[in-house]
C-alpha cells in the first residue's frame, strides 16, 4: 500500500485570514491544525503516484492488475469513470473497473467490494484507490465547512494469500440511510438540478452540512457499528492492536475510542495534519503507519468510518504484510 498528498499545506492561519475564524475554534472544534490543497489537479492526479508506489512495492507490472476500482465523491469527471482515467494514466493493460460513491465510507466499501471479488474467483489481484480533491467542492466563503477538508489518496492491492493459517480481512459491517441525505450534500450539478447560472450564483456547487445533525448521527453511527464488529468476532479492546477511524473529527474518533474502552495509544489520527480527505483518511493513516514500522504481521486492526448518505461502517482484519523496510 501507498499514499499520496500533495506538497503546498494550508494551516488555520490561511481561513484566518480570509474568513471570520480562528484557529483556536478550529483545532478545538475539530482537531485540525493544517490539511493540504491540491487546487491544480484532479482525484486522479492525487490517486496516480499512490497506485505506482503501492505497486511498485508489490512489484507488480502493468498487465498484473485485474480490476481498478476508485472510492471518491470527488471524480475527475461525472463520467467517464475515475477508473478509466487512472488505468489509462497508469498504462494498465489488461483490467476493468469501477467508481464507488460512498463519500467518507467510500475505502470500505470499497474494501469489501474488492474483497468479495477476490474471494469469489472474479479476480486476482485488485487495484484500489481512495481519495478526494475536496478543495474541489468545498466553499472557501463557508467558514462551517471550509476549514474541515484536505485533499489527499490511498491506494492498496487487494489480493487472495495463499498461505494457509492467513486471516487477511476478517469481517465487515456496512450500512447505508438516505433519509441523512439532506444533512451533508452538494445539491447541483446531477440529474436532479443539472448546472445552470442560477445554480451557480446560488454556490450550490459546494458542500452543504448541517454539522450539528451530521455530527450527533456520527457519534452514534461510528460507535455503534465498531462495537458491534467486534462482538461479532469476540474481540475485547486488549486484542485490538489499531483503532483505524475516519477523520472527520477529533470529538467523533474519541467518542468511537471510548465505548470501545481502547487505550488512546491505539488509535490512528492524522487529522490534526491532513484535515478530513474523505475516501483517502482510513488508507492514507494505514500507509503512514505501515511506512513508520508501527505494523507488525498478525495485528488486529478496526477499520471505521461514517459519512454522508449516511454511509458507515467497520472492517476487521489481520495485518499480514511484514513490518516495512524503506
Ligand atoms: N469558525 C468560527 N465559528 C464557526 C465556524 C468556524 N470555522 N464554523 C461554525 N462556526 C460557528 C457556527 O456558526 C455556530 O455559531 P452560532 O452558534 O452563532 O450559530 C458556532 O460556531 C457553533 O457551531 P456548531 O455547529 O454548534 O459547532 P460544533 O461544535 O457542532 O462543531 C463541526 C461544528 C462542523 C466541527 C461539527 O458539527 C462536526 O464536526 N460535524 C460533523 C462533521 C463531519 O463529520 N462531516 C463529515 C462527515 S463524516
Known sequence: MAHYVPPEVYTNAFFEERLDTSDE????????????????????????????????????????IDIVICATVTPDHVF???????????????????????ACSGFLFAL???RSLV????????????????????DMKDRTTSVLFGDGAGAVIVEADENPGTVGIADSVLHIDGAGKRFLFQPAGGSVK?????????????????????????????????VDIMERNNLSADDVAWLVPHQANLRIIDATRERMGLDPKKVMINIDRLGNTTAGTIPICLSEWYEQGRLNKGDKLILSSFGAGYTWGSVYLQWELPKYES
Open 80 to 102: 467517464p469513470s475515475t477508473a478509466c482515467i487512472l488505468q489509462d494514466a497508469l498504462g494498465l493493460t489488461n483490467c476493468w473497473g469501477f467508481d464507488i460513491s460512498a
Open 194 to 226: 443539472p448546472p445552470s447560472t442560477d445554480t451557480v450564483e446560488n454556490r450550490e456547487h459546494y458542500v452543504k452540512q448541517d454539522g450539528k445533525t451530521v455530527f450527533k448521527a456520527a457519534v452514534v453511527g461510528m460507535a455503534e457499528v465498531t
Open 112 to 114: 469489501q467490494t474488492a
Open 25 to 64: 475554534w478550529i483545532r478545538t472544534r475539530t482537531g485540525i491544525r493544517e490539511r493540504r490543497f491540491a487546487f491544480n489537479a484532479g482525484t486522479s492526479t492525487l490517486m496516480k503516484p499512490a497506485a505506482e508506489k503501492a505497486m511498485e512495492r508489490r512489484g507488480l507490472g502493468k498487465d498484473d
Open 119 to 138: 474471494e469469489s474467483g472474479a479476480a486476482n489481484r485488485i487495484l484500489l484507490c481512495g481519495g478526494d480533491r475536496m478543495s474541489a467542492i468545498i
